[in-house]
């Protein structure tokens, strides 16, 4: 089935510190492709996505390229910020007649100290 | 508008008790769904509806029933908590059953069986 693999947290960083996550995925199809972020006490919001090979989704300083010759999105930025201190979930989707499905990743813990 | 709205923020019941975590959307959105959140596991799909009157089931849909009687309203029950059902649980909706578009989450609901 579908699945999306991330690294294991937590990440700890210094603030102004270069980030990535790492995220791979297995698909049937040819899915659309999602960072999604989870502050302290709060669902989740969309950070950004891409929705075909070689899409850049950006938002807020945070980057990923969607890359099917290697099934990864990894998301960077460039200077982490102490608010940047969240979980990141990677999710795929596919389009089907049913009602797509996010296929969620277990999430990487991160944290930003001054 | 209100957006995703949940409740209630926190529950505790025993086992073998039963109860409904409430979900509405104001944003006129076709598919609704209910994810738990485990540590390490991710968000995992217990139901979801392609519209009112039509609901079908996830990955984990074993001891919870959903009904979707209006495009709003999005209920989850617990027939018989087990504590295997501490979890938090997060209700989404989408615009559009059949695309990539911006799924938007709830503030959540952790509960707790004893």
């Known amino acids: 089935g579908d699945s999306v693999t991330q690294m294991e947290g937590p990440v700890t960083l210094s603030e102004e510190a270069f980030l990535t996550i790492n995220c791979t995925y297995t698909?049937?199809?040819?899915?659309?492709l999602f960072w999604y972020v989870q502050y302290p006490g709060e669902g989740l919001q969309l950070l950004l996505k891409a929705t075909k090979a070689d899409d850049k989704g950006s938002n807020k300083g945070f980057e990923a390229t969607y890359r099917k010759e290697t099934t990864s999105f990894h998301l960077e930025k460039g200077s982490v910020q102490v608010s940047d201190s969240a979980v990141y979930f990677c999710?795929?989707?596919?389009?089907?007649?049913?009602?797509?499905?996010?296929?969620f990743g277990t999430g990487t813990q991160l944290k930003v100290e001054l | 508008n209100a957006g995703v709205t949940q409740t209630p923020k926190f529950q505790v019941l025993k086992t073998g008790q039963s109860m409904t975590l409430q979900c509405a959307q104001d944003m006129n959105h076709e598919y609704m769904s209910w994810y738990r959140q485990d540590p390490g596991m991710g968000l995992r799909l217990i139901h979801y509806s392609v519209g009112a009157g039509i609901t079908d089931q996830g990955e984990v849909p074993n001891g919870y029933n959903v009904s979707r009687s209006t495009t709003e309203d999005f209920p989850l029950r617990l027939l018989s908590a087990a504590p295997s059902q501490t979890s938090v649980y997060f209700c989404?909706?989408?615009?559009?059953?059949?695309?990539?578009?911006?799924?938007?989450f709830g503030p959540g609901t952790r509960l707790t069986v004893l």
């Open positions: 989404a909706s989408r615009l559009a059953a059949s695309s990539t578009d911006t799924q938007y």
């Open positions: 698909a049937t199809g040819y899915p659309s």
């Open positions: 999710a795929l989707t596919l389009i089907t007649g049913g009602g797509n499905k996010l296929t």
